[in-house]
């Protein structure tokens, strides 16, 4: 029998599946995705949860670009520049990979809402 607490999922344990089994799965281009997003939506088990697990690290990782970015060079500008374009190619790469875990997202977090 499960309770109410037993059943709540976690967005950093979610989080966590998205990035694992996106790595491990990322010789299938779209259902590796897809995969990685359903198992991750379940674990998080509920819709809002789930989408959060997944826009969650693209942020983080386009934040720590642009802030850390002018640390990796010593001319201020030059900093500026490389950080403005490490995070936008990061926000790009991130927004491709997260279509389809997205979708899968929406699926898991529906189904561990049943």
């Known amino acids: ?9 976690s967005i950093p344990g979610a989080m966590a599946w998205m990035i ?4 491990l799965l990322s010789w299938l281009p779209l259902f590796g995705g ?3 997003g359903y198992v991750g939506g379940s674990k998080a088990g509920s819709l ?9 690290p693209g942020l983080i990782l386009w934040v720590t670009m642009i802030f850390l970015g002018p640390l990796l060079a010593s001319i201020p ?3 500026a520049i490389f950080a403005t374009i490490a995070g936008l190619g990061t926000f790009a790469v991130s927004t491709m990979h ?6 899968g997202a929406i699926i898991g977090g529906k189904m561990a809402e049943r």
Request: aromatic fraction near 2%.
């Open 48 to 56: 809002g949860r789930a989408v959060t697990a997944v826009f969650l």
């Open 98 to 103: 997260m279509i389809p875990l997205l979708i």
């Open 34 to 36: 897809l995969i990685a």
């Open 20 to 23: 694992g089994l996106s790595i």
């Open 1 to 9: 029998m499960t309770t109410d607490i037993t059943r709540r999922g």
């Open 77 to 79: 500008i030059l900093g």
